[in-house]
């Protein structure tokens, strides 16, 4: 029947991205691909091996986190941090405790229930550091499947299953613009498709 051919091709397609991700995880370890990117429309994670981007030792960096997702990372023992939230929230967006019976006093009537950081907000941006909560993330998002679509591994690197595709070039040429009464002219590229970190050395080479 067409339902199973379709349930079979999803299984297939699943198993091979599994397969992708878990090769390209091995490949930041023995330090052969130096970062990739885990992609998908609600948030963004950035695998960095030591020594990119400033940091030390292995890391990851979470974007746009919900309060949801970070409720079930902790739930599956990664340690994390929220380096932008401010000093008097927690990595959940509640605040402290600290403080908070000083608050109370004031009888001003306000909860830390209503006080959260929303994942629109740049401060929720979660940070992974040392190699076993890193796998500890790479394990919990291996195990739980994504509920719209299998992320979109990026990385400067191949890796099992991956394709090679080049940025396409959308505009390159002079443009003019009106500063005042003069008339400016510059040079614009503009490329279609993810421009990753390393590509910007190669541009400028």
Request: charged share 25%; glycine share 4%.
């Amino acid at each position: 029947p067409e339902d199973d051919l379709d349930i079979r091709f999803l299984a297939q397609r699943e198993s091979d991205w599994k397969d992708s991700f878990i090769a390209l995880y091995d490949s930041l370890k023995s330090k052969e691909c130096p970062y990739f990117y885990f992609h998908l429309p609600m948030y963004t994670i950035l695998f960095r091996r030591p020594m990119i981007g400033g940091c030390d030792q292995f890391s990851a960096t979470l974007s746009r986190s919900s309060r949801t997702l970070r409720n079930k990372m902790k739930e599956a023992g990664v340690v994390f941090e929220m380096p932008l939230s401010p000093e008097s929230l927690d990595r959940d967006g509640n605040v402290r405790a600290n403080g908070w019976d000083e608050i109370k006093d004031l009888k001003v009537g306000i909860s830390t229930k209503n006080i959260h950081i929303s994942k629109s907000d740049p401060r929720s941006m979660v940070l992974v550091t040392q190699l076993v909560q890193v796998e500890n993330l790479f394990n919990f998002l291996l195990a739980h499947p994504q509920p719209d679509d299998l992320p979109i591994l990026i990385s400067p690197t191949e890796f099992r299953n991956s394709t090679f595709k080049l940025n396409k070039t959308r505009f390159n040429g002079k443009i003019s613009r009106s500063e005042g009464k003069k008339m400016e002219g510059s040079y614009s590229w503009e490329l279609v498709g993810p421009l990753l970190p390393s590509s910007i050395f190669n541009l400028n080479s």
